[in-house]
């Protein structure tokens, strides 16, 4: 299973950008599918959640901000982020936990990441 994010870019403070995430290869099912943010020096950090039945999620630092959707049909997780400010600066990454079933029915579950895609906001 691989992900592949793309949508970042350099904007100006107040500005708009749309990252999509598509999920390809072999698998069964894609449950939840996350957006991370790793600023230069600081861990990754969770940004924003959508699971397959429709449920959504954002962290409050984005509340208001950013909007995560999803394309089922196609595998594909999007972030809408709005009101971008300096602080959004960083390398965006994508997660999915799939489950893959064997031909004797075995679950295989796992999770896999995207390349990363990078978000420069300047003031």
């Known amino acids: 299973v691989q992900l592949q994010a793309y949508g970042g870019g350099w904007v100006q403070a107040g500005g708009s950008l749309r990252l999509s995430c598509a999920a390809s290869g072999r698998f069964s099912r894609i449950n939840d599918m996350s957006w991370y943010r790793q600023a230069p020096g600081k861990q990754r950090v969770l940004v924003a959640t959508a699971t397959s039945g429709g449920g959504t999620n954002t962290v409050d630092s984005v509340k208001g901000r950013f909007t995560v959707s999803r394309d089922n049909a196609k595998n594909t997780v999007f972030l809408q982020m709005n009101s971008l400010n300096p602080e959004d600066t960083g390398a965006y990454y994508c997660?999915?936990?799939?489950?893959?079933?064997?031909?004797?029915?075995?679950?295989?579950?796992?999770?896999?990441w995207g390349q990363g895609t990078q978000v420069t906001v300047s003031s």
């Open positions: 997660n999915a936990d799939y489950i893959y079933y064997t031909s004797d029915g075995t679950p295989i579950v796992g999770r896999v």
